[in-house]
Each structure stands twice: as structure tokens, then as C-alpha cells.
């Protein structure tokens, strides 16, 4: 079909892309590469309900106040990879949803993700049915409390590393 780019600008600094692109059915690229996210403190359900997303280019981006990721990417049923590799998640407490409902997801690379944080995992990646492997390996979850159905719904799922994980 026709393809149409359309480029955001802001005209100040936002501290939140709660809810910014939910449920955009006709959205299926996003580049948020240049988009200044230094002042964001919530990524709450920014992604949730654009079920034709087939691609995010996340690059660079500033997400050193982020919170909360909270359903990110919830119910984005057609995107198969993301990479978070370069992201910094240093303050990010919630990760709850954040996957769930991905049930093309195959690949997600966090590369050595600072979860220093990080509280709740419940439901991370419920029902990521085409998720075979996993590396949580980097991931800090010592101060996590919940990690309830975080892999329910995984029915491909072989292998989760957790490196040496404290769940104290």
C-alpha cells in the first residue's frame, strides 16, 4: 500500500510519552533515533495497541529518568526485534507488561542493561509465543518483588539465561 512518513516535532521538552502512541493501528515504523527524551520520566503503555508495529529504531536515545516502561510495547503483535542494547534503564522500576501480548516477538537484546532499580517484572513477556531464548543475564533483579506470570504464555520458550541471578 501507500506508505507515508510523518516527522513529530515538539516545541518544548516533554517529560512523559504515556499513552503517546497507543492503539495507532495504521503505525508500522517508528524512528525515534533524534527524538530528546531527557526529561521523560514515563514510557507507560507508549507503544500498547499498534498492532500492525513491525519496527522501532530506538538508537541513542536518552532514557536516563525513565521510570517506568510499563506495557511499552503491550499487544504489539506483529514486532519480531527490538534492541535496547544502548538504552540506559538505571531508574526504570516497572517493566510490568512491557512485552505482553508480542506474540511475534522473537529477539530482544538489553546488551549490558543497567536493571539497578528495577521492581516488578509481573507479565514481562506473557504470551510471546514465537520467544524461543532469552538474556536476562545483565539484568539486576535484587530489588525485584514480582516476577508473576513473566514468562506465562511462552509455549516456544527453551531457554532463559538469568546469569547469576539474586533474588533475595
Request: glycine fraction near 4%; charged fraction near 20%; include cysteine.
Amino acid at each position: 500500500g501507500d506508505k507515508s512518513n510523518i516527522t513529530i516535532e515538539f516545541e518544548s521538552q516533554i517529560n512523559t510519552c504515556k499513552r503517546m502512541f497507543e492503539n495507532l493501528l495504521n503505525i508500522t515504523e517508528v524512528d525515534l533515533s533524534d527524538f530528546d527524551a531527557s526529561k521523560v520520566t514515563e514510557m507507560y503503555h507508549t507503544f500498547s495497541g499498534c498492532k500492525n508495529l513491525t519496527k522501532v529504531k530506538l538508537g541513542n536515545i536518552d532514557t536516563s529518568s525513565v521510570v517506568t516502561m510499563q506495557g511499552f510495547f503491550q499487544t504489539c503483535s506483529k514486532l519480531k526485534s527490538i534492541d535496547f542494547s544502548n538504552l540506559d534503564f538505571s531508574k526504570v522500576t516497572s517493566m510490568n507488561y512491557m512485552f505482553n501480548g508480542c506474540s511475534k516477538l522473537e529477539k530482544v537484546t538489553f546488551g549490558n542493561i543497567n536493571t539497578s532499580s528495577l521492581k516488578n517484572t509481573i507479565s514481562l513477556f506473557d504470551s510471546c509465543s514465537c520467544l524461543i531464548s532469552i538474556d536476562l543475564s545483565h539484568f539486576d533483579f535484587s530489588k525485584v518483588t514480582s516476577m508473576f506470570m513473566m514468562f506465562s504464555g511462552c509455549i516456544n520458550i527453551t531457554k532463559i539465561n538469568f546469569g547469576n541471578i539474586n533474588t533475595s
